[in-house]
């Protein structure tokens, strides 16, 4: 069996407990948030994992999604080492040293881990302009810590949660695998004949509730709706790669990376 094929197959296979979306626990290894470490770990990985899980570990024709699967089923830094250097089940030893293991599981981190704990490039001042200002307009759906729309998910905590690779892919592809589900852009005819255009959510065979536009919240009886419609994509505009500039982009990713409400609790 190929090493790194072999490796997918045993990381599903360690039995881990989430906590939070974080890490189960982060190793005190030097290497792990070193800058110089996590370069390393990305020759390594390019060269001996890319094939099966793809540059970015979104997975690939032989390899899972290894930045997906840290949702549901986060990763220890130490199991991660042990897994590469040991071998589990089919999976053979690797021929890497200590400094290179790590190196490569300083990689997995940052390509995995919630956005907070990681270096991330940007101007996190300037993303915060962009986000609260008209071009980019995410306030006018989401909010960060009481402030901005509820049309959206709150964000106060999406750089706590959430891997900076899954943070991109909503922003520059909002509708792939509708990532926020419970979020979907929804149209309900009421019996009444009065019509209201939204987010659906918590939405069952009984009941609905629909935020709209202008972020009311409604709660809906389903045996009062004549027609509901739900979209199959997301109410969230899909031209960001295009609106804003590679500067920009990035800035707003520094901003949201930093968003962790652990962080700003610890800090107070």
């Not at 930045?67 to 089919?90: E, M, T």
């Not at 994509?233 to 920009?248: F, G, H, Q």
């Amino acid at each position: 069996m190929n090493t790194m094929r072999a490796f997918a197959v045993a990381l599903l296979a360690v039995p881990l407990l989430a906590q939070h979306g974080r890490y189960l626990s982060d190793s005190k290894n030097a290497a792990i948030g070193d800058p110089q470490a996590i370069a390393a770990g990305t020759k390594l990985f390019m060269g001996s994992c890319a094939g099966c899980h793809g540059p970015d570990g979104g997975g690939g024709a032989r390899g899972p999604n290894l930045v997906r699967r840290s949702l549901w089923h986060p990763l220890s830094d130490d199991a991660i080492f042990q897994v590469i250097r040991n071998g589990v089940s089919d999976m053979p030893p690797t021929k890497l040293s200590d400094e290179q293991t790590w190196s490569l599981v300083a990689f997995i981190h940052a390509l995995t881990g919630p956005a907070s704990t990681n270096p991330v490039p940007g101007d996190a001042t300037a993303g915060k302009a962009i986000y609260w200002g008209a071009k980019a307009g995410c306030s006018n759906c989401h909010a960060i810590r009481g402030q901005g729309g509820s049309m959206g998910p709150d964000l106060s905590n999406i750089g706590g949660s959430r891997p900076l690779a899954v943070i991109r892919e909503a922003i520059v592809e909002p509708a792939k695998d509708l990532y926020y589900l419970g979020n979907e852009a929804a149209t309900v005819e009421l019996k009444n004949g009065q019509t209201l255009q939204g987010v659906a959510k918590n939405r069952s065979n009984y009941s609905l509730q629909l935020i709209d536009t202008k972020g009311a919240l409604h709660l809906i009886e389903m045996r009062d709706v004549k027609k509901l419609t739900v979209s199959d994509t997301t109410p969230m505009p899909t031209d960001y790669a295009k609106r804003l500039s590679r500067t920009e982009l990035r800035d707003l990713l520094a901003y949201l990376a930093a968003q962790d409400v652990r962080a700003k609790e610890s800090a107070q």
